[in-house]
């Protein structure tokens, strides 16, 4: 868009391409950020009826700008000691003669001798990477930096203390959570609407582990907050589809939303029960489109087994065995085929760690096939917009001064081949990706000519 990003401007943008490709009435979600003309603009499109069927899924806020901005909201807490790291490293780099010192000083503490790459603000996994890359370093990083500046008077403010490295060594511990999530949740080539509960359970244990810290708990309480105010109110997507998982269950669901509530001191109960009754809602919509289809026995056989896998899962499940759990009870009776999933045992993927929810209900599409479809569409739903935007910015690196003539048509065509080139090396969502990794690890210097196997960059 080259005028304003207004929620109007935005929904006729969204709304001209639906309307180009015939696909208005057919729009099951939009993922969006958090920008709040994104949100204004799906106001826009419920007014005009898009989409039908109540839109229980249709605005989908990206989890990985969600995690951004909690962790951004810690990393400012600690923005002092990250500063100072990175102002070494920066100047360490900055001159040719500095750092062939400092190569000869990492040769004298048997280290391998390399550049550090800074982080780019925008990015909060690049700060991440730096103090990731920092760190076997610490030491040797320090004692020269500091040397340096008592040789040239500078203040004792700017030096390198050990609090800093420890705060970086816990910091970036913690922000692993964070950072892994961030990766599970971008993916493309799997369904990621079942993963965020998963991720929002570790990233809440952690917050509880770390949050007395001493050096960091500043840093935890602000991130803990930021959480908070976006996910105090699970999405409806992200219970559900953890629901349809066999393993799992409302029952499941019930468990993890116990743990995140106690490590956040956030009340759930109200919300398990509003969305039992929600999946109920949109199952009897589901049945109303599908439930002529007959239904067949499973090839696969459902036995009573309480058998789990996650380690979380095992330990509350069997404290409540002796209860019956209220989410478990069975609902309408109009509702026979998601009452006799919600009953049934499945012992032969309940101790999977990994299973293929799509294959699964693939497999189980005539035992169930109103679920089925509901399952489909739940899994469909991206809860990231990073795969897509990394797409787009590939156009970014495409038109470039030496490049700056290309019509519109073939910065398109040039895209789509890059795109679809990816594709067929399924690494639609990792270059990027690799690339930002790539340039923080390789920086080690080359013994024989005294160069970076990549060029430094401040």
């Not at 917050?207 to 001493?214: F, G, L, M, V």
Request: include cysteine; glycine fraction near 4%; charged fraction near 25%.
């Amino acid at each position: 868009m080259d005028y304003a990003h207004t929620a109007e401007n935005i929904f006729n943008v969204i709304l001209s391409v639906l309307e180009t490709y015939e696909i208005t009435n057919r729009i099951l979600y939009i993922t969006l950020d958090n920008a709040s003309a994104n949100t204004s603009s799906i106001a826009l499109f419920v007014d005009r009826n898009i989409p039908q069927d109540g839109g229980y899924f249709f605005h989908q806020r990206c989890a990985c700008h969600i995690i951004n901005l909690v962790v951004q909201a810690g990393l400012k807490k600690v923005s002092d000691r990250v500063d100072r790291i990175r102002d070494a490293i920066s100047w360490i780099g900055s001159s040719n003669p500095r750092f062939q010192e400092f190569r000869r000083h990492c040769t004298l503490n048997n280290l391998r001798p390399r550049r550090f790459q800074t982080d780019m603000p925008v990015r909060w996994n690049s700060t991440y990477l730096m103090l990731e890359n920092c760190l076997p370093y610490d030491t040797t990083i320090s004692g020269f930096y500091n040397m340096k500046l008592a040789e040239l008077g500078r203040p004792q403010s700017e030096a390198l203390t050990p609090d800093d490295w420890y705060v970086a060594k816990v910091f970036v511990e913690f922000l692993k959570i964070f950072y892994d999530a961030t990766v599970t949740l971008s993916g493309v080539y799997y369904p990621t609407s079942c993963e965020p509960i998963h991720r929002i359970v570790e990233m809440s244990e952690a917050i509880n582990n770390y949050r007395a810290d001493e050096h960091l708990g500043i840093a935890v309480v602000a991130m803990e907050a930021k959480l908070k105010k976006y996910w105090s109110t699970i999405p409806l997507l992200y219970a559900l589809s953890i629901v349809i998982d066999p393993r799992i269950k409302l029952s499941g669901l019930e468990v993890f939303l116990e743990v995140i509530g106690t490590n956040l001191e956030i009340h759930y109960s109200a919300q398990v029960t509003d969305i039992r009754n929600k999946l109920f809602e949109v199952f009897r919509i589901y049945e109303r489109r599908f439930g002529g289809i007959e239904t067949q026995p499973s090839t696969e056989l459902e036995t009573q087994s309480e058998q789990t896998s996650w380690a979380i899962l095992k330990r509350r499940k069997k404290d409540k065995s002796a209860s019956t759990s209220s989410t478990q009870r069975s609902g309408p009776s109009s509702c026979a085929e998601l009452n006799r999933y919600l009953e049934a045992q499945f012992d032969a993927v309940e101790d999977k760690k990994e299973l293929d929810l799509l294959l699964f209900w693939k497999s189980y599409t005539h035992r169930y096939p109103v679920l089925s479809q509901l399952a489909r569409d739940l899994l469909v739903i991206p809860v990231s917009t990073v795969s897509s935007e990394q797409a787009f910015s590939t156009s970014g690196r495409i038109i470039e001064p030496r490049r700056s003539c290309l019509t519109p048509d073939m910065v398109e065509v040039l895209t789509s081949l890059r795109d679809w080139e990816h594709a067929k090396k399924r690494l639609q969502n990792q270059t990027i990706d690799n690339e930002l990794i790539q340039n923080f690890n390789n920086l080690y210097v080359d013994e024989a000519s005294g160069s970076g196997s990549n060029q430094f960059q401040n």
